[in-house]
């Protein structure tokens, strides 16, 4: 009898301690902000940069604390791997969607993108596209933030710099990828409109190949002046020391998925990009914010130097969380979507190295110029506003 009634007494008060500690258990919900990318195979260098920069602005999300319509929101990347296959993103980009609730997913290859927006509106899942592809805004989805500037923005300085430099004949020899032949779209028919010849088209498999001697070998038999090159950076550096150990003296284009500062470790160092044009590394960029930023990750990724993917990646998981508050709610994408231009005027700088300013009409993210860089000498500088300007 003593047994029950003491065995009685505790189930009651546990009951009331149960009772007690719900409201502060239920005052905190987690909300899960999908990732679908390479994290295996070519590119999962790229991938795995592009986590990074996520993680980083949940870790400080998390440590700040975020509060969403009226309660406390603790945040979670959930990264699945897709190995860069446009199939295995929509598979995974669903998986996202109805096993975690996520009503985000970041994806950073425009296959995969194209792969999500098939299904993303049915899904009610809101698509960060960290892609420069032009296309990818056209189709007119609701439910897309374009991460980076179209790379359409980098051409005309692109071309006008090279061909100033070393001459009209250009080769092409960039990753065969959708992200790829969308480049190819754009710097082809602008460097012919320049008065520029393209002497050889031969784009290569850079998720795949680990070895680039014959594919460079059949570009270098064309005698070009320039090479344009790109895809995952690991790979355009390993082609551009291949092509220099090949005898190649010319300049390269390097499209704006391949970061400078990463191509460089592969190739040799600046000084075998030399006559290089590109877009400017975070490391190297001269602003207070980029400059802050940079110590910041350094300081918690053993002394390493961010890549672009990390530092834009990290400003659109601030910039989402930012657009949950706006909007009131984690889990109504479209909600979100219309929040994000808000968000993104509202972003502290310490958050937004980049100073992205806003989302355009086509749902793009925007921001004051993009920085172009070019390698003389073997070191990196920027190329001047005015000479972008003069090549548009």
């Avoid at 870790?59 to 190995?83: H, M, P, R, W, Y």
């Avoid at 860069?84 to 290859?109: D, G, K, M, W």
């Amino acid at each position: 009898m003593i047994v029950r009634k003491l065995s009685l007494a505790l189930a009651a008060t546990f009951a009331v301690s149960l009772t007690l500690a719900a409201p502060a258990m239920a005052q905190e919900a987690a909300v899960h902000i999908g990732y679908s990318g390479p994290l295996s195979g070519g590119a999962a260098k790229y991938g795995q940069e592009v986590l990074e920069g996520m993680q980083m602005a949940v870790a400080e999300i998390n440590q700040t604390g975020l509060v969403v319509g009226g309660k406390k929101i603790k945040v979670d990347i959930v990264a699945l791997d897709d190995q860069y296959n446009p199939s295995e993103t929509a598979i995974n980009a669903r998986r996202l969607s109805q096993e975690y609730n996520a009503s985000v997913v970041l994806v950073p290859h425009s296959g995969g993108c194209y792969a999500v927006q098939t299904i993303n509106q049915q899904l009610k899942l809101l698509l960060l596209a960290y892609t420069s592809v032009p296309q990818l805004a056209a189709r007119g989805n609701p439910l897309t933030i374009r991460i980076p500037p179209e790379f359409t923005s980098y051409t005309p300085a692109f071309v006008k710099y090279e061909m100033d430099k070393f001459g009209k004949d250009a080769a092409i020899a960039n990753t065969d990828t959708d992200y790829g032949k969308a480049w190819t779209a754009s710097f082809k028919p602008a460097w012919q409109a320049a008065g520029g010849t393209i002497v050889a088209d031969n784009p290569m498999s850079y998720n795949r190949s680990t070895d680039f001697y014959s594919g460079v070998s059949r570009v270098l038999a064309s005698k070009p002046k320039v090479i344009f090159v790109g895809g995952p950076s690991e790979p355009t550096g390993l082609i551009i020391r291949q092509a220099r150990e090949l005898g190649f003296k010319g300049g390269f284009v390097v499209m704006d998925q391949a970061k400078l500062d990463e191509v460089a470790k592969i190739a040799g160092g600046y000084g075998a990009l030399d006559g290089s044009i590109g877009v400017m590394p975070i490391g190297d960029d001269p602003s207070p914010d980029a400059k802050s930023f940079v110590a910041r990750f350094s300081k918690t990724h053993g002394g390493r130097l961010p890549s672009q993917e990390a530092s834009l990646n990290y400003t659109a998981v601030w910039a989402t969380v930012q657009a949950m508050k706006v909007a009131g709610t984690t889990s109504d994408a479209t909600a979100i979507r219309k929040a994000y231009d808000q968000a993104l005027k509202s972003l502290s700088a310490q958050n937004n190295p980049h100073g992205l300013s806003g989302v355009d009409a086509r749902g793009g993210i925007t921001m004051g110029h993009a920085v172009v860089a070019v390698v003389e000498g073997g070191s990196i500088k920027t190329l001047p506003d005015t000479a972008i300007a003069a090549a548009k």
